[in-house]
């Protein structure tokens, strides 16, 4: 599962081919889903990967870079040489570079089209097409993998985890944005869902008021609760290779408290599995 973004644009939307039919995605969301899915999960890359560590010990002072979209998300990373943290909004950045449209966002990561630069325009560009570009080569990798890629153990489970948190966050990012999980969400009532991989990760969906917010880390109290049993059957669920319903009629999907959060969380998961498909 990973970004492929898009083959054709119109107005506001992409869309794209699958057997049979065309499925629709919002440019939108997509920007939602790139900046609070795939580009927030620079936190959790910067934490755990070796190699994103030794790219951020180059760096000769914190650089903090905001994308802000127009009619769309605005959020900040922050980079310093112990790691990466995502902020909404403009707050504290150094280096800001604005997008015209959702649209345009989205170039930046589908053939790495950058914005306009309006704060600290050399730092902006000099990281963009440096560190930042090497660390967003490296998640690509990461989230893309290859067949041989994948024969490495620690690659794999790497793969998976940082799969697991980009998924996490696209499902506020399209429960907020996509007009599809919306509906969804104004049926969720509010509370904490505990996701996670036992043992190894986890992530908290918080929805108040039928907004959704992923935050990286175990809930606390959960309303309700989706764990699955390892890495691999992850692994296989999140690339369609093991089937969810044998997999929870074995018991190695775990569902609990209020069931009605996890089936709707699931119906936004089918519009998470178009988005980075």
């Given at each position: 599962m990973y970004f492929s973004i898009?083959?054709?644009?119109?107005?506001?939307?992409?869309?794209?081919?699958?057997?049979?039919?065309?499925?629709?995605?919002?440019?939108?969301?997509?920007?939602?889903?790139?900046m609070y899915g795939v580009l927030a999960t620079l936190e959790k890359l910067c934490e755990i990967?070796?190699?994103?560590?030794?790219?951020?010990s180059g760096l000769k002072s914190p650089v903090s870079l905001c994308f802000d979209v127009e009619n769309g998300p605005c959020g900040t990373f922050h980079f310093s040489k112990s790691g990466c943290k995502f902020t909404d909004g403009s707050a504290g950045c150094t280096c800001k570079?604005?997008?015209?449209?959702?649209?345009?966002?989205?170039?930046?990561?589908?053939s790495s089209k950058p914005g306009i630069?309006?704060?600290?325009?050399?730092?902006?560009?000099?990281?963009?097409?440096?560190?930042?570009?090497?660390l967003a080569d490296?998640?690509?990798?990461?989230?893309?993998?290859?067949?041989?890629d994948l024969k490495n153990r620690a690659f794999f489970e790497e793969s998976t985890i940082l799969t697991f948190y980009t998924i996490a966050g696209a499902i506020s990012a399209l429960a907020n944005s996509d007009s599809i999980s919306m509906f969804t969400a104004q049926s969720t009532v509010d509370g904490k869902i505990s996701m996670g991989i036992k043992n190894v990760c986890y992530a908290t969906v918080y929805v108040k008021n039928h907004k959704f917010t992923t935050i990286k880390e175990k809930a606390e109290s959960p309303r309700a609760i989706m764990e699955f049993a390892?890495?691999?059957?992850?692994?296989?669920?999140f690339n369609g290779t093991v089937s969810t319903i044998a997999e929870l009629c074995k018991g190695n999907i775990y569902m609990a408290g209020m069931i009605s959060m996890v089936d709707n969380l699931n119906r936004i998961l089918d519009r998470v599995a178009v988005y980075l498909a």
């Open positions: 898009c083959d054709i644009i119109i107005k506001d939307y992409l869309y794209y081919n699958t057997e049979g039919g065309i499925v629709l995605k919002e440019a939108k969301a997509m920007a939602y889903v790139n990967d070796d190699e994103a560590k030794i790219i951020l570079m604005n997008f015209k449209s959702p649209g345009k966002f989205n170039e930046l990561i589908d630069p309006v704060k600290g325009v050399v730092q902006v560009l000099s990281f963009l097409l440096g560190p930042f570009t090497k490296r998640l690509t990798k990461l989230l893309r993998p290859s067949a041989d390892s890495v691999d059957l992850a692994n296989g669920l």
